[in-house]
């Protein structure tokens, strides 16, 4: 019998749409990307539907994670962000939002970007795994472990190792989706 992830809350339409039509879904959309690595490091310490309630007012408030707008915001800015009570108001994750769009624009002037940086890892195709069940999921792997320290080194904040597979998750590079979910064999590797 093939059930969703358990993890999908159902009483949340939200999260529900959310694993069906996103979670684990390949994306090499740049944009995208980005905003879900800013997403991920904002969700540190709470729960994954805290913030995607809050997606939305996040997308309102930080130019659509437009990373060249958001690393042209000031102080001033930021901290009238801080006001907003439709956001997590924790001041190192708001300003670690420019911080983050400043390190990308720092990585597009290299001549990089997340797309090449993430996918050439694992030949653009998403590691599959094969878990039967929550236990069996990793919280952090080799690669995780390896993103990270090279994302700190470029200059972006909130992208531990533990933060970066929840990230690989959300994007599509691993495909941790139950073997018994539907979403699972509709993600090709």
């Known amino acids: 019998m093939s059930q969703r992830c358990p993890w999908a809350k159902p009483s949340n339409p939200l999260y529900i749409k959310y694993h069906d039509e996103e979670w684990g879904r390949p994306s ?50 930021l901290e009238k962000i801080l006001l907003n009570p439709k956001i997590v108001r924790n001041r190192l994750k708001v300003y670690g939002f420019r911080k983050n ?8 002037k290299q001549g990089e970007d997340l797309v090449s940086f993430l996918w050439d890892r694992i030949d653009h195709k998403p590691m599959k795994n094969k878990i039967k069940s929550m236990k069996e999921i990793t919280i952090k792997n080799e690669l995780s472990d390896q993103i990270s320290k090279e994302l700190k080194k470029k200059g972006f904040t909130f992208v ?10 959300a994007i599509g590079m691993v495909n941790d989706h139950l ?5 699972y064999k509709q993600i090709k590797s």
């Open 160 to 169: 531990g190792s533990t933060i970066i597979y929840a990230y690989m998750q």
């Open 101 to 108: 769009a400043l390190a990308y624009s720092e990585m597009k």
């Open 28 to 77: 090499f959309d740049e944009k995208h990307l980005f905003e879900m690595l800013c997403l991920e490091g904002a969700q540190a310490g709470l729960s994954w539907e805290t913030i995607l309630n809050k997606r939305e007012d996040y997308r309102k408030l930080f130019h659509h994670f437009d990373y060249k707008k958001m690393a042209k915001m000031t102080d001033a800015q």
């Open 179 to 183: 073997t018994t979910c539907p979403q």
